[in-house]
C-alpha cells in the first residue's frame, strides 16, 4: 500500500503474492475508500472492474428465446422436423405441413418452459445471494447497501459469524492484537479456524471514522483462480469465507463478483447430455439415412415404372403442358422430397415429446422419496434438472469430497493410551458431552508409583502441546471458571484434531483455560491453576509430522513436550513402554482411528540457551530460511521418553462405508478429491473402507517426487501395477477382485499440477497416459490438498480418457461446485456447508448414504424405463411406416397414403403414446429391495447395456419382420376379390368390401394391436394404472374408428372411411385374420425371449425367476406351520436353478395367515428362530432350519 496525498496514515506497500507469478499478469491499482491521488501526483488511469453480482444462470430475459432455439435446434431430430416442415409448405406432398409442425412446435414448447424454469430457479438463488446486506463505510458512517452494489476500492464493515461479501484486504480486527478467525469450510472443506493477521500500519485503525481518513493505494496483480497459496497470504480474507470468535473486522474490496477467487474456482455451465440422449441421436442419423435410402429407391423405381409411356401417361390422368415442360431434374428432386415427407414417420419426433415428459414427471420419484427424507435436518431430495434422470443408471466413476460429505465433520476423543494403560473419557463433541456416557472408564489398572508422574505429564503435554484458543466470552472469564471448575470450554483451532484432544482431556481431569501474556493456564485435578510459560512453538508441518512445544513452570522446569505421528516420534525416543504404545496404536490404525504419539524430554537452562541460539539463527536466515528451521528441529526433537498415544475419530456419516461397499460391488470406482491433509484423509479412507487391511498404498506426493523424479516415481509405480495385474485381468469395472492384489492410490495437488503441466518435448501426455493406467489399475483412489480447479481438472482427466466412462461427482462445499458442473451427473449435498454445491449441482440429497439408492435404485429404474421408452419408440416407427414403404410397389410409386390422415396423426399421439410413458414411469423390473440387497445387478444395465448396436439392431429387424407379416398377411387375406352386382369389390374369404382404405385400415389394426401386446409383454410391474392405459388405449382406438368411419362429418371434405372400419368389423373371417397376424407377429420376440431366460439368463433374470418360483409355490392361504417345516422348504422353494452364479441369493418368502402377513427369512440375514415385526406392520418369522434359496 503506497501512500499518496497528505500521510494521514503510515507508509505501507503491500503486494499479494499468487500462484502463478511467473506468468505475471498486468497488475491492478487500488485506491482505497475511491480517494484519487491530488494534483501532480502520478498519472491517475482509472480501472474498470465488475460489480459484485454473481451469476449462476444460463439465461438472461433478453437472451432465453434465441439461446434456447439455437441449443433445441442442436437436437438432430428437431433441426430434422423442422426441415420437413419448411419442405411440406414449399411443395406439394402427400401429408398436410401440420402433421409435423404441431409436434415440433410442443415439443419445443415444452422443453423451453422445463429449462426455463429451471433457470429461473438460478437466478432466483443468486439473487438471493446478491441483495445481502453488506456495511459499507461512507464519509465517515457505516452505509448498509446490498452485496450486488459493492465495488473494487470499497472498506467493508463484518461482523462475526458473517461471510465475506468479496476478496477483502484486512485492514484492521476488533481485537487488539489484530488478529481475526476464519473458517474456509466453503473454499477448501476445511472447518478449523485459520488465523489471519490485519496490515501492520493500518491494524491500530479500529473505527469508521480512523478508517475512512485513510489515504492509501493497492498495488496487486490481477484475479487468479489458485486457492492454495493466496490462503497463505495473512491479509487476503476470500469471499465464502466465514468470520470466527472475532466481533467485527475492516477490509477494503479488491476482487468481486465473478473475479473472487471462489467464483473463478466455478466452472462454467455447459449442457449436459446423458449416454442416452447420445445414443438417441446416433440411432436417428442411422434412421435417417434409412429415410433417405428409402425416399431414393423409391425415386428411382418411380422413373423406372413410368419409362414405359402407358404408365408415365395413362388416359385417365393427361399430364397438363406445364408438367411436361417441367425440369425433369427438378421433378425427380420434388419427388424424392415427397417420398421424404410421406416416409418421415420412421423418425419418432413424439418420441422427444415423451422422453420430456418422462424425465420430468419421472423426477418427482426421488423427490417423494420417503427414505432419502433426512428427519435430523427437515430436507428431502433436489431435483434441479431432470434431463440425467438416467445418467444415474451409468455411472462408472465417483468423485467424492471428504470432510462434510463422508465425515460428519466432528472429530471425537476416543482414547489415550499411557505408558499401556488404556483410558476411555466421556464422549465429547464440541463442548456437548453425549447422553450415553457415564465416566472415565480405566480398561487396564492405574499406574501407580513413577507411572503417576508419567500420566500427569502425559495430561499437561496435551494441555500445552497444541495451538488452540478459547473463544472469548464475558460470562465465561478463565478466573471465573476456577469457581465453575467443570465447566466446558469452547475451543478453536486451525486443527480440529486438537480441539477434540483438548476437550477429551477435558474429561480426564485437566482443563486448558486460556494463553494470556504468553502464560498458558491450565486446571488440574485438583481445580488448581497451573502456569507455563510458552517459550517455542514449533509448529507441525506435513514433513516432519509433528509439533512441539518448550514450556517453563512455576517451578522452573523446562519442558519439550512433542506429539506427531508415529512413523515421527518413534524413531526420536530413547525410552518408554514403546512395544506397547505401538501395539495399541497399530491397532487403532487398523480401526480407521486418527492416531498421535506424545513424549517429552526435559531441558536445563543451558541446553534451552543452546536452543535459542540455533533457532535465532534459522530465523535470521535470509536465504533457506525453512531449509535451516528443520535442521535446527531436527537436532532438537530427539531423545525423547515416550509418554502415551491418543485416537481420535472424525465421525463418518451414517453408513457411509455400507454406502461405498455397495458402490464398489456394483462396479463403480470411488475416488475421494480433497483438499485436506493426506494423513487425515488417509485414515478416513480406512475408516469407511475405501482402503482395506490388505490394500497396498501407492504414493505418488510431492515428498516423493523431491526424493526421486516424477518420471522415476510414475514408472516405478507403473511397473508394480503392471507386475502384479500383468498376468491376470483385473475387472476394470469393479473395485474389488479376490484374484489380483489390491492397490490404492494417494496423491496430492502439487504432484498432479507436475502431471498435468504442458512441457516443451511435449511428455505430459505420456505422463497422463501412465497416470491414467495406474488409476484404472487401483480400487480406490485418494487425491489430497486439492484446489477447486483441481478437482474439477481430475474428473475432466478420467471423463475424456479412451474409456469415456461416466462420471459422478459429489460434495457440499463451494469448494466442489468446479467438479460438480464438470461431471456428467454432479450432487450436491444439503449440508453445514451452504447450499453453494446443492444450488449448482443437478440433484441433491441430505446424506451421502442417500447416494445407494439415488444410483441403485433410482438410476437402475430410470435407464431400464428410458430405454425400453427409445428402442420401442422405434420399433413400433418401423412397424407403422414400412408398410407404407411396401405399399409403394403396389401402387406405381405414386406417393399414394396406405393409412388415412387421421390414422397418421393420431398413431404416435393418442393409440400408442400413453402405454409407454406409463411403462417408462413405472416401470420395476425387480422390485427395489432386491437392487438394494444385490448391487451387483448394476452392471446388468452398466455401459448403455440396452441401447448397444446389437439390441438397436434386433428391435429394428423385429419392426422390419412385423411390419412385413402385417402387410403381406392383409394382402393375402384380402387376395381374391369378385366384382359385386353393384360394381364393388368384394373379397372371397372374408366377404369384405375391398378398397385402399379397407386395406390400410386392416394393416393398422394389425399394427396397433401388435405394439400393445409387445409393450404388454414387456411389463414386469403391473398397476391398475397400467391395465386402464394399455387396454384403454385398444378401446379408444375402436371407438375413435367407429365414430371417425361411422358417421358423414361436415367438415371434412373426403368421406373416405366412411364405413370401412364397421364393414371390416362385421366379418368373421377378418377377425380371425388379425388375430393370426398378431399371434405370428408376436412369436419369435416371445420364443426369443423364452429361449434366452432358460439358456444365457443375465442376474436380472435369474432374480425374476427365482422370485416368481418362489411367489407360484407359496399360497396365500399356506399355514405358517407348513413354511416352518423342512419339508415344506424342500420340495417347493429349494429348487431353485443349479446354475445360479449368485452363491449369495438371498429371498424373503411370504404368506398370509389369520390376516397377518409372514415371512421366512434365509440364514444370510442372520436371523434364526427369531419373530420380528416391520415398521410397515409385517410380522417376520424366521427359522433355524432353512439354508440360501
Not at 475511491?34 to 449462476?56: K, L, M, T, W
Not at 409448405?89 to 415440433?104: A, C, H, K, N, R
Not at 394393416?1003 to 404388454?1016: E, G, S
Amino acid at each position: 500500500m503506497v501512500a499518496s496525498g497528505p500521510l494521514r496514515a503510515p507508509c505501507l506497500e503491500l503486494h499479494p503474492q499468487c500462484a502463478g507469478e511467473e506468468n505475471w499478469v498486468d497488475s491492478r491499482t487500488i485506491y482505497v475508500g475511491h480517494r484519487e491521488p491530488p494534483p501532480g501526483a502520478e498519472a491517475y488511469i482509472p480501472q474498470r472492474f465488475p460489480d459484485n453480482r454473481i451469476v449462476s444462470s444460463k439465461y438472461t430475459f433478453w437472451n432465453f428465446i434465441p439461446k434456447n432455439l439455437f441449443e433445441q435446434f442442436r437436437r438432430i431430430a428437431n433441426f430434422y422436423f423442422l426441415i420437413i416442415f419448411l419442405v411440406q409448405l414449399i411443395i406439394d406432398t402427400p401429408t398436410s405441413p401440420v402433421t409435423s409442425g404441431l409436434p415440433l412446435l410442443f415439443v419445443i414448447t415444452v422443453t423451453a418452459i422445463k429449462q426455463g424454469y429451471e433457470d429461473w430457479l438460478r437466478h432466483k438463488a443468486d439473487n438471493a445471494i446478491n441483495q445481502c446486506p453488506v456495511h459499507f463505510i461512507q464519509h465517515g458512517k457505516l452505509v448498509r447497501k446490498q452485496s450486488r452494489k459493492l465495488r473494487v476500492g470499497d472498506i467493508v464493515m463484518v461482523k462475526e459469524d458473517e461471510t465475506f461479501p468479496c476478496d477483502l484486504i484486512f485492514l484492521s480486527s476488533s481485537r487488539g492484537d489484530g488478529t481475526c478467525f476464519v473458517t474456509t469450510t466453503s473454499l477448501d472443506g476445511e472447518s478449523s479456524h485459520k488465523t489471519y493477521y490485519a496490515v501492520q500500519d493500518t491494524k491500530a485503525f479500529h473505527n469508521e471514522q480512523e478508517i475512512d481518513a485513510l489515504h492509501a493505494t493497492i498495488e496487486c496483480e490481477q484475479p487468479q483462480p489458485d486457492l492454495y497459496k493466496p490462503l497463505g497470504s495473512e491479509n487476503l480474507l476470500l469471499r465464502g469465507a466465514t468470520l470466527k470468535n472475532t466481533e467485527k473486522i475492516f477490509g477494503v474490496a479488491i476482487y468481486t463478483g465473478m473475479e473472487t477467487k471462489m467464483a473463478l474456482n466455478y466452472q462454467s455451465k455447459s449442457q449436459k447430455r446423458s449416454a442416452v440422449e447420445k445414443s438417441m441421436n446416433v440411432f436417428l442419423v442411422v434412421y435417417l439415412c434409412i429415410l433417405v435410402s428409402k425416399a431414393l429407391i423409391n425415386t428411382v423405381l418411380k422413373y423406372a415404372w413410368q419409362s414405359e409411356p402407358f404408365r408415365d401417361e395413362p388416359w385417365y390422368n393427361q399430364k397438363t403442358e406445364p408438367e411436361k415442360k417441367r425440369n425433369l431434374f427438378l421433378q425427380a428432386f420434388t419427388d424424392f422430397l415427397a417420398f421424404m415427407v410421406l416416409f418421415n414417420y420412421i423418425i419418432p419426433v413424439s418420441m422427444y415429446v415423451t422422453v420430456e415428459m418422462q424425465k420430468f414427471l419421472g423426477s418427482y420419484f426421488i423427490a417423494w422419496d420417503e427414505e432419502m427424507f433426512d428427519e435430523g435436518t427437515g430436507e428431502g431430495p433436489l431435483v434441479n434438472t431432470s434431463d440425467l434422470n438416467e445418467e444415474l443408471g451409468q455411472i462408472e466413476y465417483v468423485f467424492t469430497d471428504k470432510t462434510g460429505t463422508l465425515t460428519e465433520n466432528n472429530m471425537e476423543f476416543v482414547e489415550c493410551c499411557i505408558e499401556g494403560h488404556v483410558y476411555v473419557p466421556h464422549v465429547i463433541c464440541n463442548g456437548q458431552i453425549l447422553h450415553d456416557c457415564t465416566g472415565i472408564d480405566m480398561i487396564d489398572s492405574s499406574p501407580g508409583g513413577s507411572g503417576k508422574e508419567r500420566e500427569e505429564l502425559f495430561f499437561r503435554a496435551l494441555c500445552l502441546c497444541h495451538t488452540v484458543q478459547v473463544k472469548d466470552d464475558d460470562s465465561v472469564d478463565g478466573l471465573k471458571k476456577n469457581q465453575v471448575p467443570r465447566r466446558p470450554c469452547i475451543y478453536i483451532s486451525s486443527s480440529p484434531d486438537e480441539v477434540a484432544l483438548v476437550e477429551g482431556i477435558q474429561r480426564l481431569g485437566y482443563t486448558y483455560l486460556r494463553l494470556k501474556d504468553n502464560y498458558m493456564e491450565i486446571l488440574n485435578r485438583e481445580n488448581n491453576i497451573e502456569k507455563f510459560e510458552l517459550l517455542e512453538v514449533f509448529s507441525f508441518d506435513s514433513v516432519r509430522r509433528r509439533m512441539s512445544v518448550i514450556v517453563k513452570s512455576s517451578t522452573g522446569d523446562i519442558f519439550l513436550f512433542c506429539k506427531g505421528a508415529d512413523s515421527s516420534i518413534f524413531p526420536r525416543v530413547k525410552e518408554g513402554k514403546i512395544e506397547q504404545v505401538r501395539a495399541r496404536v497399530q491397532r487403532n490404525a487398523v480401526e480407521g482411528l486418527r492416531t498421535l504419539c506424545v513424549a517429552y524430554k526435559k531441558l536445563t537452562a543451558e541446553e534451552y540457551q543452546n536452543v535459542q541460539k540455533l533457532l535465532q539463527s534459522a530465523k535470521l536466515a535470509l536465504q533457506e530460511r525453512d531449509k535451516k528451521l528443520a535442521e535446527v528441529y531436527e537436532k532438537i526433537e530427539r531423545d525423547f521418553i515416550l509418554l502415551g498415544a491418543t485416537a481420535v475419530e472424525d465421525r463418518l456419516q451414517e453408513k457411509a462405508a455400507d454406502t461405498i461397499e455397495a458402490l464398489q460391488k456394483a462396479g463403480i470406482k470411488v475416488w475421494v478429491l480433497t483438499g485436506d491433509k493426506m494423513e487425515t484423509a488417509a485414515a478416513t479412507c480406512y475408516a469407511c473402507k475405501l482402503f482395506r487391511r490388505n490394500t497396498q498404498i501407492l504414493e505418488l506426493t510431492t515428498k516423493k517426487i523431491e526424493e526421486q523424479s516424477l518420471h522415476d516415481v510414475l514408472f516405478d509405480l507403473n511397473k508394480t501395477v503392471i507386475r502384479q495385474n500383468g498376468s491376470l485381468t483385473r475387472d476394470t469395472f469393479s473395485g474389488l477382485s479376490a484374484d489380483t492384489q489390491d492397490y490404492g492410490l494417494i496423491i496430492d495437488g502439487a504432484a498432479l499440477s507436475l502431471i498435468m503441466k504442458p512441457r516443451h518435448d511435449g511428455s505430459s501426455g505420456n505422463y497422463r497416459e501412465i497416470f491414467l493406467n495406474i488409476c484404472r489399475n487401483c480400487t480406490a483412489v485418494l487425491c489430497c490438498r486439492m484446489a477447486p480447479l483441481q478437482k474439477a481438472q481430475i474428473v475432466k482427466l478420467i471423463k475424456l480418457s479412451k474409456e469415456h466412462p461416466i462420471t459422478l461427482a459429489i460434495g457440499d462445499g463451494a469448494n466442489d461446485v468446479s467438479m460438480i458442473l464438470e461431471a456428467h451427473v454432479g450432487i450436491g449435498i444439503i449440508g453445514k456447508e451452504g447450499r453453494q454445491a446443492a444450488r449448482n449441482s443437478d440433484y441433491a440429497i441430505p446424506k451421502f448414504k442417500h447416494l445407494k439408492k439415488m444410483l441403485l435404485v433410482h438410476g437402475h429404474f430410470y435407464y431400464i424405463r428410458i430405454s425400453e421408452l427409445v428402442q420401442y419408440f422405434f420399433y413400433k416407427n418401423v412397424c407403422f411406416i414400412f408398410p407404407q414403404f411396401l405399399y409403394q410397389f403396389f401402387c406405381g410409386f405414386s406417393q399414394q397414403t396406405l393409412y388415412d390422415t387421421a390414422y397418421l396423426t393420431l398413431y404416435n399421439i393418442s393409440f400408442t403414446s400413453l402405454p409407454i410413458l406409463l411403462y417408462s414411469l413405472m416401470e420395476q423390473h425387480v422390485s427395489a429391495d432386491t437392487l438394494k440387497r444385490e448391487p451387483a445387478l448394476y452392471r446388468d444395465v452398466a455401459k448403455n447395456a440396452l441401447l448397444r448396436w446389437r439390441a438397436f439392431i434386433y428391435w429394428t429387424f423385429l419392426g422390419v419382420f412385423d411390419a412385413v407379416v402385417f402387410f403381406f398377411g392383409a394382402y393375402l387375406l384380402l387376395d381374391d376379390t369378385v366384382v359385386t352386382s353393384n360394381g364393388q369389390l368384394m373379397t372371397t374369404s372374408t366377404h369384405m368390401m375391398f378398397g385402399t382404405w379397407t386395406f390400410g385400415t386392416v394393416v393398422f389394426t394389425v399394427l396397433v394391436f401388435t405394439v400393445t401386446f409387445k409393450l404388454a409383454i414387456d411389463t414386469h410391474y403391473w398397476t391398475w394404472i397400467n391395465h386402464f392405459v394399455i387396454w384403454g388405449s385398444l378401446v379408444f382406438y375402436i371407438v375413435f374408428s367407429l365414430l371417425w368411419g361411422g358417421i358423414i362429418w361436415p367438415f371434412l371434405n373426403y368421406q373416405r372411411m366412411y364405413y370401412v372400419f364397421m364393414q371390416m368389423l362385421s366379418s368373421g373371417p377378418a377377425w380371425l385374420g388379425i388375430i393370426l397376424l398378431i399371434t405370428v407377429s408376436l412369436l419369435p420376440d416371445v420364443l426369443k425371449k423364452v429361449l434366452c431366460r432358460e439358456l444365457w439368463p443375465t442376474a436380472t433374470e435369474r432374480i425374476q425367476k427365482a422370485s416368481r418360483h418362489c411367489r407360484e409355490h407359496i399360497s396365500e392361504f399356506t399355514p405358517l406351520a407348513c413354511l416352518k417345516s423342512p419339508r415344506y422348504r424342500s420340495s417347493d422353494c429349494s429348487n431353485s436353478p443349479a446354475r445360479r452364479s449368485n452363491s449369495h441369493s438371498k429371498k424373503v418368502m411370504f404368506t398370509q395367515w389369520r390376516g397377518i402377513d409372514y415371512s421366512v427369512l434365509p440364514s444370510v440375514f442372520g436371523y434364526s428362530n427369531k419373530h420380528w415385526r416391520s415398521s410397515a406392520g409385517y410380522h417376520c418369522s424366521g427359522s433355524g432350519l432353512e439354508t440360501s434359496i
